[in-house]
């Protein structure tokens, strides 16, 4: 079946542009993950939804970032006045639930700002 | 509060030695851990993982890992290593009946020497 699908997979952009990252989730799964993936860091976790709230924004850098989900399916994370700091790879994951679940990760859309 | 800490952030091993990547975790309650895996160039597969059921967790690729709660650690083991075991693995802690909060370690990176 069809898994975690990321768009675009590549986006360049001017430093002070915004940009929207989409993630579809694995038909089915109600929690959707958004983690941040920089060279040598690790994976930093951003943001979480179950369902259509998001009970942990805390992983957040900066309120030029934000995310939503709707339709318990379709999420998007939104970078506002993008900074060369922010260039990374956004990585997607589903989850039929939280905790014990098997996340399943999507490719991911590597962000560079210019 | 939750921490996960990966000991090494590269190791080396000839092909078919034994692999040992360690990881520590710190939890308030009771833990489900993860070993996920990051093939150059490929999207984050689970490895493994344990949640409160048999403390030696055997996954794919004939990777095992031991939940050792007096140790705190959850390290990943293999007999013998493959030249295709080349990747980052990342040691993953989330707290059952906790505020779901997922926790990724910063990454062993493995290298595989012929």
């Known amino acids: 079946g069809a898994g975690v699908s990321q768009s675009p997979s590549n986006k360049v952009t001017e430093k002070g542009k915004d940009v929207e990252l989409r993630c579809d989730p694995i038909s089915g799964h109600t929690a959707l993950y958004w983690y941040r993936q920089s060279l040598g860091q690790g994976l930093e976790f951003l943001i979480y939804?179950?369902?259509?709230?998001?009970?942990?924004k805390s992983g957040l850098p900066s309120d030029r970032f934000s995310a939503e989900r709707t339709g318990g399916s379709v999420s998007t994370l939104t970078i506002q006045r993008t900074q060369q700091e922010d260039s990374a790879v956004y990585l997607c994951?589903?989850?039929?639930?939280?905790?014990?679940?098997?996340?399943?990760f999507g490719p991911g859309t590597r962000l560079t700002v210019t | 509060a939750q921490s996960v800490t990966q000991l090494d952030s590269h190791v080396s091993v000839s092909e078919g030695t034994p692999v040992l990547l360690r990881c520590n975790y710190s939890s308030s309650y009771s833990p489900s851990l993860f070993w996920y895996v990051q093939h150059p160039n490929k999207g984050l597969q689970l490895l493994l993982k344990?949640?409160?059921?048999?403390?030696l967790v055997k996954g794919i690729n004939g990777f095992e890992a031991e939940f050792k709660k007096s140790e705190t650690s959850f390290h990943l083991t293999k007999p013998s290593a493959h030249m295709s075991d080349a990747a980052e693995y990342f040691c993953v802690v989330s707290d059952v009946n906790r505020d779901d909060k997922i926790i990724f370690g910063k990454g062993t990176r493995l290298h595989i020497l012929p």
């Open positions: 939804f179950q369902g259509n709230s998001a009970p942990d």
């Open positions: 344990y949640t409160s059921a048999a403390t």
């Open positions: 994951a589903s989850s039929f639930g939280t905790s014990g679940s098997e996340q399943y």
